[in-house]
């Protein structure tokens, strides 16, 4: 059984992974929201304006619960979010969830997005009590595996044409995982 304890504050060596606020739209716009290269592999489409961010991050704000999980990522330096790194399909009989991410292209191969993963990964499995996390990219996005890979996360294969794109086109997706047991706990 998963003990929920929902977003909580976790810190890295050279971050702050915390719920949002709505102040943060403007970093969030500046940083990754209205860069088309960021969005290239998301879901969404690239930000035209302010509002639609603050928007989403008002959203996100009022979604908080024991089991929403979705964290800013701040550098500590300069106290401004870079990034953002969130759960989705959280299964409670198996004990696992996929964890999604993406990070202002400024701060990109700086090893910030490895950090952030890995302190959530360690939340999950010592606070939450998952077993198996599971990451997806679109295996156009190698940073993504990278990342996946530094953190620990082990390749399990490629589903083909698993998905479509933004733009109506099929995409194959890299599959990760780490396991409970993987990190010896």
């Known amino acids: 059984m998963l003990t929920h304890k929902g977003t909580q504050s976790l810190e890295a060596e050279r971050l702050l992974l915390r719920r949002f606020k709505t102040s943060d739209a403007e970093c969030m716009f500046k940083n990754w929201a209205t860069d088309s290269e960021v969005c290239k592999f998301l879901s969404w489409n690239p930000h035209k304006d302010l509002s639609e961010t603050k928007q989403i991050v008002e959203s996100w704000v009022n979604e908080y619960s024991n089991d929403y999980y979705n964290w800013a990522i701040e550098l500590k330096s300069t106290s401004e979010i870079i990034g953002q790194i969130s759960l989705m399909n959280l299964d409670e009989k198996y004990l696992s969830c996929t964890t999604g991410y993406n990070i202002g292209r400024l701060f990109w191969g700086k090893g910030y997005m490895t950090e952030a993963l890995n302190v959530v990964i360690d939340y999950l499995f010592k606070e939450i009590g998952m ?19 530094k953190a620990g996360m082990k390749f399990e294969g490629i589903l083909r044409q698993a998905k479509v794109n933004k733009y109506g086109q099929f995409y194959d997706l890299a599959i990760y995982s780490i396991l409970r047991s993987d990190l010896k706990l």
């Open 131 to 149: 077993n198996r996390i599971e990451a997806r990219y679109n295996t156009i996005n190698i940073a993504s595996g990278i990342v996946m890979q």
